[in-house]
């Protein structure tokens, strides 16, 4: 089970090469989909389920893996996107102290959805909009 970090990007890592054998890994983050995010976790105990998930942006591409529900580990590839289109269903990045988050239009759906990403993975989160941005941000909140 990959409760540690390095353990989880090393699992990570594995289904990415599975998921396309050709991708370089740029930078990996979870993420939790919801409008708030303390009281799923609350509610959930922890535990992560199908609206939880690895992004990781690749040299080709971005790739969404389910959290499998036995354990903290990458699942099933769930979405691969391309960097363009990213970019483009991306907005509303908001950086708070313990957890902080963007809007997502995931393929396939009308509306966004509220990505969150705790205080452990945000230096992941804002290398990962760096990458697909530039430096280049929705928020004038950077500086928190």
């Keep these: 089970m990959g409760l540690i970090k390095s353990t989880t990007l090393v699992q990570v890592t594995e289904a990415v090469r599975q998921s396309d054998p050709l991708a370089h890994p740029v930078v990996t983050l979870a993420v939790g989909s919801g409008r708030h995010p303390l009281l799923s976790t609350l509610l959930s105990c922890g535990i992560g389920d199908n609206d939880t998930f690895f992004v990781t942006l690749t040299d080709r591409s971005v790739l969404f ?22 970019r483009t269903r991306i907005g509303e990045v908001r950086r708070r102290p313990l957890w902080s988050t963007f809007r997502f239009r995931f393929p396939g759906d009308t509306e966004a959805a509220w990505l969150n990403v705790r205080r452990a993975w945000r230096p992941e989160m804002d290398r990962f909009l760096d990458a697909l941005h530039g430096d280049r941000h929705d928020s004038p909140e950077r500086a928190s």
């Design 65 to 86: 893996h389910k959290v499998a529900s036995t354990g903290y580990r990458p699942g099933k590839l769930r979405y691969d996107v391309e960097h363009e289109q990213v």
